[in-house]
């Protein structure tokens, strides 16, 4: 028998806040996280701007030596992870560690970590390269210290599928624990890639947006959009088996319901047009959460501000929800956090969490100039209230990755849902 899936601890590093609350409360007033890349200087690059986490000192969550040993990606997934287990209340002393999970998203990994290993070694020899690269670099190694660090025992693994990586892992974690292969799962996605080599490959892909204005770089679904704008942080999702939470008297924030994926077998860049293969993904996760289209109340859009992506994924909405589609708020909270990369769709999860706690949908901000082939509700600007019962976060990834999850309000009445 399929067993019931809740969200009891959540945890954010993001762009425009280094815990829930404040990411939260920055998403539904319309902050906007992006400026003038501060990682390196841009002289050269033709691409300006990015969306950086502020204001980290990764020696706030993880002792000096440890922190020393991780790369950028590593140290957000390990802060993010100590936020959503304090939020749980989890005590690990009292569980089964051997049934407790950790499985993670993760798109490049210690990239970071490799531009200043290879400069020490073309300028100091090989003999200087540190002796700590390999276990810094390889993208694994998010899951890896957040199971050794709370002692988790059973599934540790890595989901790396490009943007669709965060989603595809808290759905897998999702039918682990449904499927009675675990009792708890740290989930989410991580990423640090706002380094000289990955923007100047995006840049050289023409996927960037060349804007020097922060609040005209990522306008998903605008006619002007010319290229999305690199993020960067973690969010950690604590999924727990429903009556083992109620066991512990845990406070549960929703629970997760559906979750579809499928691949476009089309291009390693590019989505398929039409976007029959994604709306498949999102088919899959109503059909799984076994409600109907027009029980979601909002949809949290990939909506990278690509003109591929926001056409083709307005397309594959409409194949999925008709008419009704009109009727649905979609909004792309990367207008204000940029794109995530392996780290978008966990963000983006806690944010369909919290509109089911706060009956709030989120603006697209940056949204001014009409474009005819993206003709929904993109919710411009201004969030505002609505009832929401059933949210539907989508995914897209290069190499034609699709990932849809269905999160459904906690029905019991209070926080605690008990």
């Known amino acids: 028998m399929s067993r019931r899936v809740v969200i009891t601890g959540m945890g954010a590093i993001t762009p425009v806040g280094n815990d829930v609350d404040t990411f939260w409360n920055s998403i539904s007033s319309g902050v906007v996280g992006i400026g003038d890349i501060k990682a390196f200087d ?137 499927h009675n292969e675990a009792d708890i799962i740290f989930s989410g996605g991580t990423e640090a890639s706002i380094t000289p080599l990955s923007v100047s490959g995006f840049i050289s892909m023409t996927a960037l947006s060349r804007s020097t204005d922060p609040k005209r770089a990522s306008i998903p679904f605008d006619a002007e959009r010319n290229g999305f704008v690199m993020g960067e942080g973690s969010g950690i999702l604590i999924l727990e088996e429903y009556e083992h939470a109620v066991k512990r008297n845990a406070k549960i924030y929703a629970e997760v319901v559906g979750y579809g994926s499928t691949c476009d077998a089309y291009h390693i860049t590019s989505p398929s047009p039409g976007g029959a293969d994604g709306a498949r993904a999102i088919i899959m996760s109503i059909e799984d959460a076994g409600i109907k289209p027009e029980d979601i109340s909002y949809i949290n859009a990939h909506g990278t501000s690509t003109q591929a992506n926001d056409s ?86 290069f190499g034609g990755h699709n990932a849809a999850i269905v999160f459904k309000k906690w029905v019991g009445g209070s926080k605690n849902g008990l």
């Open 312 to 397: 083709t994924e307005t397309e594959a909405i409409k194949k999925v929800f008709g008419e009704n589609a009109y009727k649905i708020p979609v909004s792309s909270t990367k207008s204000m956090t940029g794109h995530l990369l392996g780290a978008a769709g966990a963000i983006e999860a806690i944010i369909c969490v919290e509109a089911l706690q706060n009956n709030f949908i989120p603006p697209t901000v940056g949204l001014q100039v009409k474009d005819p082939e993206c003709d929904l509700d993109y919710v411009p600007n201004v969030g505002r209230k609505a009832e929401v019962q059933y949210t539907l976060s989508n995914s897209l990834g």
């Open 42 to 178: 841009t002289t050269d690059f033709k691409a300006k701007l990015a969306a950086e986490v502020k204001d980290f000192d990764p020696e706030d969550y993880i002792d000096k030596k440890q922190a020393k040993r991780m790369d950028r990606f590593c140290q957000f997934a390990l802060a993010a992870s100590k936020e959503a287990v304090e939020d749980s209340e989890l005590k690990f002393d009292q569980e089964n560690m051997e049934r407790v999970g950790v499985i993670v998203g993760c798109g490049i990994g210690g990239i970071g970590t490799i531009e200043t290993q290879v400069a020490k070694m073309n300028s100091k020899g090989p003999n200087r390269v540190t002796p700590m690269l390999i276990p810094m670099i390889i993208s694994n190694m998010a899951s890896a210290n957040i199971a050794i660090a709370y002692g988790a025992k059973g599934i540790c693994t890595t989901i790396v599928t490009a943007c669709a990586s965060g989603n595809n892992a808290i759905g897998e974690a999702f039918h682990k624990i449904r």
